[in-house]
């Protein structure tokens, strides 16, 4: 079993969000109108910011759909 801890520094994104960390693994799911984005990162290189990464991604679909 993984244990999954919420993140501290997670920026506030969309209209609702679920974060959680596993291990080396990231998972975010931002929910925005009646979008939603799932992402997981698993081994991001040391000098990502694992959450920064994650958030960036999810504005850029955001601002795609848009």
């Given at each position: 079993?993984?244990?999954?801890?919420?993140?501290p520094?997670?920026?506030?994104?969309?209209?609702?969000?679920?974060?959680?960390?596993?291990?080396?693994?990231?998972?975010?799911?931002v929910?925005?109108?009646?979008?939603?984005v799932?992402?997981?990162?698993?081994?991001?290189?040391?000098?990502?910011?694992?959450?920064?990464?994650?958030?960036?991604?999810?504005?850029?679909?955001?601002?795609?759909?848009?």
């Amino acid at each position: 079993m993984a244990d999954a801890t919420a993140p501290p520094d997670i920026p506030k994104l969309g209209d609702d969000q679920y974060a959680f960390t596993a291990g080396p693994g990231a998972f975010l799911g931002v929910v925005e109108g009646d979008a939603y984005v799932e992402i997981t990162g698993v081994f991001l290189p040391e000098t990502l910011a694992r959450w920064q990464v994650e958030s960036d991604v999810a504005r850029a679909t955001f601002a795609a759909q848009h």
